[in-house]
């Protein structure tokens, strides 16, 4: 008798442990066949350092007024009076060194013309030179221009993923401060004489930055910023803007094409004994880039 009631009691368990386990069950967490979620890294990572090594097709624009130690007024004369309006080949590197949001940059190009001829149509005085018409003018200009930068990123977004796994685009925007620099060697020979005058200018500039990545490896970007520093007898004022688009064929180095238009006013001395320039450089340029 007492095995017998046993036996029931065994019995009745039975649908308790049943019940005890696919509670168990329920509570775990449930078995996924699905392939786990690929971390959603930015398309616009995987450096640290980038090195632009560019050539520049570039020519200067707007008028140039020299001082006068005799007194008197001076004429601001124009680059094409001057020939100094050339478009050139020159120098330009970009560099880039990153970290998180955080971007350090500094940029610059070098722009030579000598001894360019140029006979006067009709009569000026450009600075301590009085041109008469048909009078033979040599003139020569050299210009270097650094600038460098601090930057972060305030704005990143990007498509999701497809099937592949690819992120299709994406964007990010910086916001940009730092300093710029300008140095304008100028010599000018007439029949009256000669006048030369070399000036430097560094100003604060503040602007921002655009980054496109159209899709994997290509992509574009644009910069642009403003400087202005008024310092007495010496001023200022530079605007720049820079579009350039790049196509990396290989992980880490690419090619890439664009345009850089920079207007700017310098000027140095006050009333008859100033120096101005109030012009700018614009033109194409392309090169390399690489990333590290």
């Keep these: 008798m007492q095995r017998f009631q046993m036996f029931r009691l065994g019995v009745a368990a039975v649908p308790l442990m049943f019940a005890a386990g696919g509670a168990s069950a329920q509570s775990g967490a449930p078995v996924s066949h699905e392939p786990a979620p690929m971390p959603e890294d930015s398309i616009m990572e995987g450096w640290t350092l980038q090195i632009e090594p560019l050539a520049h097709y570039i020519a200067p624009a707007g008028d140039f007024k020299l001082p006068r130690s005799s007194g008197g007024s001076s004429d601001e004369v124009s680059v094409d ?153 010496s001023t200022s004022f530079s605007w720049d803007i820079v579009a350039a688009f790049h196509w990396r064929p290989i992980e880490n180095v690419g090619v890439q094409i664009g345009y850089q238009q920079l207007r700017m006013t310098l000027e140095d001395g006050e009333d008859d004994d100033e120096f101005r320039w109030e012009g700018g450089m614009a033109g194409l340029f392309g090169g390399l880039l690489i990333r590290f």
């Excluded at 020159?90 to 360019?116: A, C, E, M, N, Q």
């Excluded at 450009?126 to 600038?147: K, N, Q, R, V």
């Excluded at 994997?216 to 642009?224: A, I, P, Y």
């Design 81 to 233: 009076d001057l020939n100094v309006d050339d478009t050139r080949i020159s120098p330009y590197v970009d560099l880039h060194l990153r970290r998180d949001k955080w971007r350090i940059s500094v940029s610059g190009f070098w722009f030579s013309l000598d001894d360019r001829g140029e006979t006067a149509e009709e009569s000026f005085q450009f600075g301590d030179l009085s041109i008469a018409p048909g009078d033979e003018i040599e003139s020569s200009l050299d210009f270097w221009t650094l600038e460098a930068v601090g930057s972060y990123r305030v704005f990143e977004d990007q498509t999701e993923r497809n099937s592949k796994g690819k992120i299709g685009a994406g964007i990010g925007i910086d916001l940009l401060a730092g300093v710029r620099m300008f140095d304008v060697d100028l010599d000018v020979s007439a029949a009256s004489g000669s006048q030369g005058a070399e000036h430097f200018w560094a100003q604060p500039v503040a602007g921002a930055r655009m980054e496109v990545a159209i899709w994997e490896r290509f992509g574009f970007d644009v910069t642009s910023a403003f400087g202005y520093l008024p310092a007495g007898e």
